[in-house]
């Protein structure tokens, strides 16, 4: 079985002028954009992806901020390839604003073949991160996805003759098709492709805009078997299974995702465990109504902002002390606010239960269920 890093070490050799952009090529400028290129790369400089690689090797890794650990080797196969190596980065931009809660990051790629690459990162490990993506669940046009749509136009108009691609993993690929979806006329008739690497789709208030319709047909969603996040809120677009030698929740790894030539290993649908989760997750948010939803998420995030915690990882660092934290904030709150979260999740398990019960009656295959339930 071969990843994103096995293909760029087969494929590597091949600029393309010889073997043209794929949606692999895609999937790992979709992760280049999560290195850490903050220490790396200078606020103007336009640089080959060679350079930084090298300049990655060079510097005190235990001081860069890396998300994941495989990134610390498809930097280095990416940077000594042909194929990569000799693509340019630039306007390499990353914003973390608590007050609007947004976290926002996207470089834009240069590509030999003389089209541009721009490529929005999903979620980081900072909770300002991850409250934003809750807000999707109730919230249309968030304020990273308007900045990722203002970043399009931007480069666009610096670039005014190329024709563009735009991707993203997780919470970048739901960037990407709605910056894609609101851009300007002009700028999307440039637009060759969209990738959204399972991403999150949108709520009603965008699904049900003129401009989504006319505009969905150039994006394309990629999903793992058990895909979760990717099946999160509404989507219209056509999209593919792949195959992922992890499980459950894991799946959404992109170094998990198969890879044969230069397509993915595709599968004709995802697994028993994805619909019924999908089903599950829809059926509790249409029973909330958006407001409910909001004051939850907000509740929730102020009980983890009590630890001071920035980042996931800070969370984490002192596991006891925070979790000592967070209970006695919670039992601070409003007798009101915990009545409405304990209603809240009393509502979810109820729905859990009773699409248990119909998968029995249906005599579906629960083990799908069973192993997302242990993973």
Same mark, same amino acid.
């Given at each position: 079985?071969?990843?994103?890093?096995?293909?760029?070490?087969?494929?590597?050799?091949?600029?393309?002028?010889?073997?043209?952009?794929?949606?692999?090529? %895609?999937?790992?400028?979709?992760?280049?954009?999560?290195? /850490? &290129?903050?220490?790396? =790369?200078?606020?103007?400089?336009?640089?080959? =992806?060679? !350079?930084?690689?090298?300049?990655?090797?060079?510097?005190? *890794?235990?001081? +860069? *901020?890396? +998300?994941?650990?495989?990134?610390?080797? &498809?930097? /280095?196969?990416?940077?000594?390839?042909?194929?990569?190596?000799?693509?340019?980065?630039?306007?390499?931009?990353?914003?973390?604003?608590?007050?609007?809660?947004?976290?926002?990051?996207?470089?834009?790629?240069?590509?030999?073949?003389?089209?541009?690459?721009?490529?929005?990162?999903?979620?980081?490990?900072?909770?300002?991160?991850?409250?934003?993506?809750?807000?999707?669940?109730? #919230?249309?046009?968030?304020?990273?996805?308007?900045?990722?749509?203002?970043?399009?136009?931007?480069?666009?108009?610096?670039? /005014?003759? @190329?024709?563009? #691609?735009?991707?993203?993993?997780? @919470? $970048?690929?739901?960037?990407?098709?709605?910056?894609? =979806?609101?851009?300007? /006329?002009?700028?999307?008739? #440039?637009?060759?492709?969209?990738?959204?690497?399972?991403?999150? $789709?949108?709520?009603?208030?965008?699904?049900?805009?003129?401009?989504?319709?006319?505009?969905? !047909?150039?994006?394309?969603?990629?999903?793992?078997?058990?895909?979760?996040?990717?099946?999160?809120?509404?989507?219209?677009?056509?999209?593919?299974?792949?195959?992922?030698?992890?499980?459950?929740?894991?799946?959404?790894?992109?170094?998990?995702?198969?890879?044969?030539?230069?397509?993915?290993?595709?599968?004709?649908?995802?697994?028993?465990? %994805?619909?019924?989760?999908?089903?599950?997750?829809?059926?509790?948010?249409?029973?909330?109504?958006?407001?409910?939803?909001?004051?939850?998420?907000?509740?929730?995030?102020?009980?983890?902002?009590?630890?001071?915690?920035?980042?996931?990882?800070?969370?984490? &660092?002192?596991?006891? *002390?925070?979790?000592?934290?967070?209970?006695?904030?919670?039992?601070?709150?409003?007798?009101?606010?915990?009545?409405? =979260?304990?209603?809240?999740?009393?509502?979810?398990?109820?729905?859990?239960? !009773?699409?248990?019960?119909?998968?029995?009656?249906?005599?579906?295959?629960?083990?799908?269920?069973?192993?997302?339930?242990?993973?």
């Amino acid at each position: 079985m071969a990843n994103i890093i096995d293909y760029v070490k087969w494929r590597g050799d091949l600029n393309l002028k010889v073997s043209e952009f794929n949606e692999i090529d %895609s999937l790992i400028l979709n992760r280049f954009s999560y290195f /850490p &290129l903050d220490s790396i =790369i200078q606020k103007k400089e336009e640089v080959s =992806i060679k !350079e930084l690689s090298e300049r990655f090797e060079r510097a005190n *890794k235990e001081k +860069l *901020k890396i +998300l994941w650990k495989d990134d610390a080797d &498809l930097f /280095p196969v990416m940077g000594k390839s042909k194929r990569f190596g000799e693509m340019l980065a630039l306007e390499y931009i990353n914003k973390i604003e608590t007050k609007t809660e947004k976290q926002f990051s996207a470089v834009t790629i240069i590509l030999p073949d003389n089209t541009i690459y721009i490529s929005f990162r999903g979620t980081d490990n900072t909770l300002i991160g991850w409250k934003e993506d809750f807000n999707m669940s109730f #919230r249309g046009h968030l304020p990273s996805q308007i900045e990722a749509k203002e970043y399009l136009e931007n480069i666009a108009k610096k670039y /005014p003759y @190329k024709k563009i #691609r735009l991707g993203g993993h997780s @919470k $970048g690929g739901n960037l990407a098709v709605y910056a894609s =979806i609101f851009a300007s /006329p002009k700028v999307k008739k #440039r637009i060759i492709s969209v990738y959204n690497n399972d991403g999150p $789709g949108f709520n009603d208030d965008i699904i049900n805009t003129e401009e989504y319709k006319n505009s969905i !047909e150039k994006v394309i969603t990629y999903i793992p078997q058990d895909s979760i996040f990717g099946k999160l809120l509404n989507h219209e677009e056509k999209y593919a299974v792949v195959q992922s030698t992890a499980k459950g929740v894991m799946e959404h790894d992109v170094y998990s995702w198969q890879v044969i030539g230069k397509s993915f290993v595709i599968l004709e649908e995802v697994t028993n465990g %994805s619909k019924f989760m999908d089903k599950t997750i829809k059926n509790w948010l249409n029973d909330l109504d958006l407001a409910t939803r909001e004051q939850v998420i907000d509740i929730v995030f102020e009980i983890i902002n009590s630890t001071e915690a920035k980042t996931i990882g800070d969370l984490k &660092l002192s596991l006891m *002390k925070n979790a000592k934290i967070i209970l006695a904030s919670y039992s601070h709150i409003k007798p009101e606010d915990r009545k409405m =979260i304990t209603a809240t999740i009393t509502a979810f398990i109820g729905i859990l239960k !009773e699409n248990v019960k119909e998968e029995y009656k249906n005599n579906i295959n629960l083990e799908n269920f069973k192993k997302l339930k242990t993973n």
